[in-house]
């Protein structure tokens, strides 16, 4: 399904859907602050629940990774530069961090995000993956900083 994100007939026929699909997915878990934060977020960020841009974890709505990176193609963005930061990595432990930059079209510098992942603050399920994880918390950290979005 196909969403026009730019004309206002086409968000509200986003939030309709948005809502629906909520309901489908998570029922008696949605109070009306939940469906009032999830049009906040549709009308303002054009995030689509069926895309996997945003799931309901436990109080509050997150907005994933593949999210994001959508947020950032609909707004232009011109560019994402990731180095690690060796003072803060030990391989060998299996510690690694990063530092993300997002650019923007508006920015000059760039909104810096910052991410790190060891063993002690990650899941077992991504366990041996923690550079990955690294890298992508320091992604996320940096493209909210961008947007303007909250956890």
Same mark, same amino acid.
């Given at each position: 399904?196909? *969403?026009s994100?730019?004309?206002?007939?086409?968000?509200s026929?986003?939030?309709?859907?948005?809502v629906r699909e909520?309901?489908?997915r998570?029922?008696?878990?949605?109070? $009306?602050d939940?469906?009032?934060?999830?049009r906040?977020?549709?009308?303002? *960020?054009?995030?689509?629940i069926s895309?996997?841009?945003?799931?309901?974890i436990?109080?509050?709505w997150?907005?994933t990774?593949?999210?994001?990176?959508?947020?950032a193609?609909r707004?232009?963005?011109?560019?994402i530069?990731?180095? $690690?930061?060796e003072?803060?990595?030990d391989p060998a432990?299996?510690r690694?961090?990063?530092?993300?930059t997002?650019?923007t $079209?508006?920015?000059q510098?760039?909104f810096?995000?910052?991410?790190d992942?060891? $063993?002690?603050n990650?899941?077992?399920?991504?366990?041996?993956?923690?550079?990955r994880?690294?890298?992508?918390?320091?992604?996320?950290?940096?493209?909210?900083k961008?947007?303007?979005?909250g956890?």
């Amino acid at each position: 399904m196909r *969403f026009s994100y730019m004309s206002k007939t086409g968000t509200s026929r986003l939030l309709r859907v948005n809502v629906r699909e909520a309901r489908q997915r998570w029922g008696l878990a949605l109070d $009306p602050d939940k469906i009032r934060i999830l049009r906040a977020f549709t009308a303002q *960020f054009r995030f689509v629940i069926s895309a996997g841009d945003l799931v309901l974890i436990d109080r509050g709505w997150y907005v994933t990774h593949a999210g994001l990176l959508r947020l950032a193609s609909r707004r232009r963005c011109t560019g994402i530069r990731v180095a $690690p930061v060796e003072k803060f990595s030990d391989p060998a432990a299996h510690r690694f961090a990063f530092k993300a930059t997002v650019h923007t $079209p508006s920015s000059q510098i760039g909104f810096v995000g910052y991410g790190d992942a060891d $063993p002690s603050n990650c899941s077992a399920l991504v366990r041996g993956a923690e550079l990955r994880v690294a890298e992508t918390r320091a992604v996320n950290r940096a493209l909210r900083k961008a947007y303007g979005i909250g956890i």
